[in-house]
């Protein structure tokens, strides 16, 4: 427990000073590939809708333990090495989990294109990085808006959810949650191909990101002086996403940055305020910045006291 208290801020030190290794070495990678392999293995669409849901649920709950089992290994070394080896590689570990750079670096890409009024370019690098809808006709106004959104989204997700979960199981359980998200990334889709395969990856999502998302938005609401504008559009606007969970943080940044963030027939988050401009990729990335800092604060005094209380019991 106490040790937990050294590697949270550690782990975010080494995000924002490496970012992400190649994907041959990211356990993220490894669970999507595994994911692929498991897909092409997945009963057919014309079987029985029960026996999709029955494989899909059963390549997410065994997946995330197999990365808490990851986890639980890695841990086991650590605990074989002296202090700062093994503080670092529970570090590099829960580091893996995060994804602060990346997001900042894929934010501050779409910004450069848009300065080059290169509007192919950002529509490319929205794609690539941070959406899966289809960019090739967004408007300057959307790209912006999009971006936006899944900064707000993805600093939920990628960031404050796995600290979340490392202040409460440690790297096993941050590695589990992350299994869980990546699964919902790749097969949470009402499609026809996916309605059925992620149905209970997308509920073990949406139930594992419920306090972190609610906690990012109350982070981005408290660290912008016009917190009663961003707390009445987040209590108005938060259940307007399909996602229980997606529009807690985006609707906060709406109304943190006084901008209206639209997808067009799916939901309008700060109706009345204005539209991005440009420069507001920058305000998100730097108020992501912050309430990264602060929620890995507060998860850190999360891990002080339970290590207090361990050692007064």
């Known amino acids: 427990m106490k040790k937990r208290a050294s590697v949270l801020p550690l782990a975010l ?14 356990p993220v990678a490894w669970m999507g590939r595994a994911l692929g392999w498991a897909q092409q293995h997945a009963p057919d669409q014309n079987t029985a809708n029960f026996h999709q849901m029955l494989f899909g649920a059963g390549v997410t709950l065994v997946g995330a333990g197999a990365a808490a089992g990851l986890g639980r290994c890695c841990m086991r070394v ?3 090495l002296p202090w700062l080896p093994a503080l670092l590689l529970e570090a590099l570990v829960l580091k893996m989990t995060l994804s602060v750079r990346g997001l900042v670096r894929a934010a501050e890409q779409i910004q450069r294109a848009l300065q080059r009024n290169d509007l192919p370019a950002a529509r490319h690098w929205l794609g690539w990085h941070l959406v899966s809808r289809k960019t090739q006709r967004l408007t300057e106004a959307q790209i ?3 971006t936006i959104e899944s900064v707000a989204e993805n600093t939920s997700d990628g960031v404050v959810a796995p600290l979340f979960f490392y202040s409460l199981g440690g790297v096993p359980a941050a590695l589990a949650y992350r299994f869980v998200n990546t699964a919902d990334a790749m097969w949470g889709y009402r499609t026809p191909t996916y309605e059925w395969l992620g149905k209970v990856p997308a509920r073990l999502d949406d139930v594992a990101n419920f306090i972190p998302a ?25 259940s307007q996403t399909t996602s229980p969970n997606a529009g807690h943080p985006m609707s906060a940044m709406a109304g943190a940055l006084g901008v209206r963030l639209v997808k067009e027939k799916h939901y309008v988050l700060g109706a009345e305020l204005a539209e991005p401009q440009v420069p507001t990729i920058i305000e998100s990335v730097q108020l992501v910045k912050k309430t990264v800092l602060v929620a890995g604060f507060l998860l850190l005094m999360v891990a002080w006291w339970q290590a207090r209380s361990v050692v007064h019991d």
Do not use: E, K, Q
């Not at 030190?13 to 990211?26: E, I, Q």
């Open 13 to 26: 030190l080494l995000d924002f000073w490496l970012g992400d290794p190649p994907n041959r070495w990211h």
């Open 144 to 146: 912006v808006a999009a």
């Open 78 to 80: 650590a605990r074989t």
């Open 214 to 238: 609610r906690l990012t938005a109350l982070l981005l609401i408290a660290l912008r002086p016009m917190s009663g504008r961003a707390w009445h559009i987040w209590r108005r606007d938060a």
